[in-house]
């Protein structure tokens, strides 16, 4: 489906980034896998699905316009081509109601989440526009509906749909299509953030009328499909995968 494409995961290192970046080796492509930490990195280019010859790891912080901008080159060198990328990398928050947020913990969540897609994308679109491309985006159910107590995580995912629509519009003749997923409650690390708060796996699951958590590979999928030409008249959407949790 994705022969001989290059495509850019961010926060490829673990969970819904690790497991597309399974699925978009499997499906042909080659892989720029971005991450915060060298050893993740390493440990998740060991995974015998990873270890192909056609995926590379590169130290890149998202939150940083310098290192962005030099991975977005260094990957462009390392490869000779670029034709997607799933902005992906992100956080989340601490559980609180909006008053009592630290503006620490706010900043630090957009920063990541927000800004940190937007300097991916800046740095892809600069690309793409001259050569054509696609882009996914992870948003979340949270960029489509409240999640009580995440304002800034809820806030940042809203932001990263506008950016997917904006794009979206800019470049669609340009040939570069732009597209989100809003994943509902999946089984990854960053979900362990919730159940610190005290929300517990019965209780996320029980928001989807499926009554269950997803597991990444379902997100993958469909992440896959977006960035390849099966979806070549779908730009600008917000696609939800959720067990039914923003139909309600
Ligand atoms: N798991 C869920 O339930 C769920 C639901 C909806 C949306 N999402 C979104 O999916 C995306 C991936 O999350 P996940 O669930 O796989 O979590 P995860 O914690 O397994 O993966 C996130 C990855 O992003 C990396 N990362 C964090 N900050 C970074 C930075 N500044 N620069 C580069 N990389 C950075 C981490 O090192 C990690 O490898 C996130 O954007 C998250 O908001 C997750």
Redesign the pocket.
């Known amino acids: 489906m994705l022969e001989d494409k290059v495509i850019i995961v961010?926060?490829?290192?673990?969970?819904?980034?690790?497991?597309t970046s399974k699925h978009l080796l499997a499906s042909g492509a080659s892989v720029a896998l971005?991450?915060?930490?060298p050893e993740?990195i390493e440990q998740?280019m060991q995974c015998a699905s990873l270890s192909t010859g056609r995926c590379r790891g590169f130290i890149?912080?998202?939150?940083?316009a310098r290192?962005v901008e030099a991975g977005f080159n260094d990957t462009l060198d390392a490869f000779g081509s670029l034709d997607g990328a799933f902005?992906?990398?992100?956080?989340?928050s601490a559980t609180l109601p909006l008053a009592d947020t630290s503006e620490e913990d706010f900043d630090r969540v957009v920063?990541?989440?927000l800004k940190?897609?937007w300097l991916c994308m800046k740095q892809e679109l600069l690309h793409f526009r001259n050569h054509g491309g696609a882009i996914v985006n992870?948003?979340?159910?949270?960029?489509l509906v409240a999640l009580p107590g995440q304002c800034a995580?809820v806030a940042?995912?809203h932001g990263?749909i506008g950016l997917t629509k904006s794009a979206a519009v800019e470049y669609a003749n340009a040939g570069v299509r732009v597209n989100a997923?809003?994943?509902?409650?999946?089984?990854?690390?960053?979900?362990?953030h919730?159940e610190d708060a005290g929300i517990d796996e019965n209780a996320?699951a029980e928001m989807a009328p499926m009554a269950r958590?997803?597991c990444?590979d379902e997100?993958a999928k469909a992440v896959v499909w977006l960035l390849s030409d099966e979806a070549s008249f779908v730009t600008g959407e917000a696609m939800s995968i959720?067990g039914g949790w923003s139909a309600q």
């Open positions: 961010t926060g490829g290192a673990s969970g819904i980034g690790l497991a971005w991450d915060l930490d993740q998740a890149v912080d998202v939150t940083d290192q902005n992906n990398a992100g956080i989340g920063a990541v989440d940190g897609v992870n948003a979340s159910v949270a960029g995580y940042s995912k990263v997923v809003c994943p509902g409650a999946v089984r990854t690390p960053i979900i362990g919730l996320l958590i997803g990444p997100i959720d």
